[in-house]
C-alpha cells in the first residue's frame, strides 16, 4: 500500500485524507492539537459547547457533492436546519433588520427599502447564479498550476460576465442607492478576507450563495461536520494521530523521505501538508527546498485574524438572533486598521453567533450561548489588557443596542485571540482565515499545491486553491488528493513503460 501521511486535521486534510483512502491508499493523519478540526475545533465547558472558528454554513451543495462521492449524505452524519431569518444587522439601535430567508420574501424586504431595488435584485442574483455555476464547475475544483486550466470555451467566452476585473464595491453600486443594501450585498465578500473594493465582482457568487442557497446550521454545531468526516475517513480506514507534532520535513535525494514526528522519524511514500502553508515552507523544510522565502509570504494579503470571545450566559436574549451583524460602526475605518494600516480598531463592527436560538443542546435549558468575534489585522500581539478593552467596549455597545443586561448574566467567559492563533495552528501572523481573495491571490497567483524542488510533497488548506473558508477547504482537499492519485498512476505508468 502506498504510504501518505497528511499533516493536519483541519477539513482539507480530512477531505484529502478521506479521497485517497478511497482509492486504496494507507493514510495517517497526524494533527498536533489533542482533537480533529483545526480552526472548526469545539470545546465544552459548564454546560456549554462552543465551535471555536466557523459557525455560517453556506454552499450546502459543496458539503452534498463531497459526501456523495463517498455513496454518503450529510443527513448521514448531521441534520441541517435553514434559518429564517438568514441573519440580523444592526446599522444602529433604532435601525436593525432581519434579512428574510428566500427570495420573494428577499424581494419585499428590498423593495420596502429602496422602491423598484426588487427587480434589481434578482438580476444581480441571476448574474450571481451564472457566476456560481462557471465558478464552481470551472474554477475552483482546479489545481491551478497551469493557464491551459482557464482555457475554456465556457469561461472565456463568459468572462466579461465573470466580472473578474470589476470591484465588489463598484458591481454592487451600479445596482442599488441605499447605503444600508449596499452593506448587505458587500457583507458576504467579508468571508474573503478582502474590502469590496479589493475583491473582484466575480464574487458575487456569494451573493447567490447568501440569498439563493441560503444560510443553514448544522444541530449540535458545525463541529457535527468534523465529526461526521472523521467517521467517514476511519470507516475508509484512515488512522488519526493525535498530540502529534510535525517537526520537520526530512528531504533525501529531492523526495519527501520522512517527517520527524514528537522527535520520532517516520516514512511515508507522499506527504500531504494541511497545516498553515507558510508554517510547513518556513518552519518544516530546509531552506533550499522552499518554494517561497520570507519576502514572498511579508508581500501576501492575509485576511484578518480575530479576537474571539466564547460567552455562556445564564439567561435567554429576546434581541439577538442566531447570527447578528453589528454595523452600527464606520466599517471603512476598520476596514482601513485591518488592511492598510494594521492597527487595533478604534470603533470595530463585530459579530455574534447565538447558536442556543436554533439548538437546545449547546446551552443548559434556559441559558445561552454567545460566540463573539471582532475582526483585526493580522501581526498584532494581543494581551490580557487589550483583551479586557475590547470586551468592555462590545459588551457595552451591545447591552446598549439590544437594551438588555448581559455582563451581570455571564456565568462563563473564554477569549481567544491573534496568539492563539499562533500557538495552536501555527498560523503566519496569527491569520483566521488564510490569504484575502483579491484578484491577484486568486487562482493560479495563490501559493501552489506542489513544490517542484520536492516530487512527493503537496499543499492543501486555506492558504492555497481555491481560499478560505469550509466550503473551499474540503474543495482544496479534494483536488490535491485527485492531483496526487493522477501523479502517482502517471509515475507508475512510466515505470511500467521503462
Ligand atoms: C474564527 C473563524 C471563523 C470562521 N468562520 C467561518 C464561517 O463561518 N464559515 C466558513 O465557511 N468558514 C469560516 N472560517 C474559515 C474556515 O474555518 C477555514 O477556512 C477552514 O476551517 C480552514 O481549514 P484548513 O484545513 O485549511 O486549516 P486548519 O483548520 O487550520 O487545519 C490545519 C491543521 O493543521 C494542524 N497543524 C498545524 N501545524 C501542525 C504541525 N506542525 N503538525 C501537525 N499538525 C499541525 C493544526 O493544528 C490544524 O488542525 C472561519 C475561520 C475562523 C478562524
Known amino acids: 500500500m502506498i504510504k501518505t501521511v497528511v499533516i493536519g486535521s483541519g477539513f482539507s486534510g480530512l477531505a484529502a485524507a478521506c479521497f485517497l483512502a478511497k482509492e486504496g491508499y494507507a493514510v495517517t493523519v497526524l494533527e498536533k492539537n489533542s482533537t480533529a478540526g483545526g480552526r472548526a475545533r469545539k470545546f465544552e465547558a459548564n454546560g456549554f459547547m462552543f465551535d471555536m472558528g466557523p459557525s455560517w454554513y453556506w454552499m450546502p451543495d459543496v458539503f452534498e457533492n463531497f459526501f456523495k462521492t463517498f455513496d454518503k449524505k450529510p443527513s448521514d452524519y448531521y441534520t441541517l436546519t435553514r434559518l429564517d431569518p438568514s441573519y440580523r444587522i444592526f446599522f444602529s439601535k433604532e435601525d436593525v433588520w432581519d434579512v428574510p430567508a428566500g427570495i420573494p420574501a428577499l424581494c419585499k424586504f428590498f423593495e420596502r427599502v429602496e422602491p423598484g431595488s426588487s427587480v434589481q435584485l434578482l438580476k444581480f442574483l441571476k448574474e450571481g447564479e451564472y457566476k456560481y455555476e462557471v465558478g464552481m464547475q470551472k474554477l475552483v475544483y482546479k489545481p491551478g498550476l497551469s493557464v491551459s486550466e482557464l482555457i475554456d470555451t465556457k469561461l ?125 515552507e518556513q518552519e518544516l523544510l530546509p531552506e533550499e527546498f522552499r518554494k517561497y522565502d520570507e519576502a514572498y509570504w511579508n508581500a501576501r494579503k492575509l485576511a484578518p485574524s480575530s479576537l474571539i ?153 486555506q492558504l492555497t486553491v481555491p481560499g478560505p473558508g469550509v466550503p473551499p477547504a474540503l474543495i482544496s482537499g479534494q483536488v490535491v488528493a485527485q492531483f496526487v492519485i493522477r501523479q502517482h498512476e502517471k509515475s507508475k505508468q512510466r515505470e511500467f513503460v521503462n
Open 309 to 461: 470571545f466564547y460567552l455562556g450566559l445564564n439567561k435567554k436574549l429576546k434581541n439577538l438572533q442566531h447570527h447578528n451583524l453589528f454595523f452600527d460602526a464606520d466599517f471603512n475605518k476598520h476596514a482601513d486598521q485591518i488592511y492598510e494600516n494594521p492597527a487595533w480598531p478604534d470603533n470595530p463592527l463585530f459579530y455574534i453567533c447565538c447558536p442556543s436560538k436554533t439548538d437546545h443542546t449547546v446551552a443548559p435549558a434556559g441559558f445561552e450561548n454567545l460566540f463573539i468575534l471582532m475582526p483585526s489585522a493580522t501581526g498584532l500581539r494581543d494581551s490580557e489588557d487589550i483583551k479586557k478593552k475590547f470586551f468592555n467596549l462590545i459588551i457595552n455597545r451591545l447591552e446598549f443596542l439590544t437594551g438588555e443586561s448581559i455582563n451581570d448574566h455571564i456565568v462563563y467567559c473564554r477569549n481567544y485571540g491573534p496568539n492563539d492563533f499562533v500557538t495552536d495552528y501555527n498560523a503566519f501572523k496569527g491569520n483566521a482565515y488564510g490569504l484575502a481573495n483579491t484578484l491577484m491571490q486568486t487562482a493560479n497567483l495563490k501559493p501552489s499545491i506542489i513544490n517542484k524542488k520536492i516530487k512527493n510533497l503537496f499543499y492543501t488548506g
Open 156 to 280: 472565456l467566452s463568459g468572462m466579461l460576465k465573470l466580472h473578474v476585473f470589476l470591484s465588489m464595491s463598484n458591481h454592487v453600486r451600479k445596482y442599488f442607492k441605499d447605503r444600508r443594501l449596499l452593506q448587505l450585498l458587500e457583507f458576504p465578500v467579508l468571508f474573503l478576507g478582502a474590502t469590496p473594493k479589493n475583491t473582484p465582482a466575480l464574487y458575487s457568487l456569494m451573493n447567490y450563495a447568501d440569498m439563493s442557497l441560503g444560510t443553514w446550521y448544522p444541530q449540535g454545531g458545525m463541529h457535527k461536520i468534523v465529526e461526521g468526516m472523521v467517521s467517514l475517513a476511519e470507516s475508509l480506514g484512515v488512522t488519526f494521530k493525535y498530540n502529534n507534532t510535525v517537526e520537520q520535513i526530512v528531504v533525501e535525494n529531492g523526495e519527501a523521505k520522512a517527517l520527524i514526528v514528537n522527535g520520532k522519524r517516520e516514512d511515508f511514500d507522499y506527504i500531504i501538508a494541511g497545516a498553515d502553508y507558510h508554517h510547513v
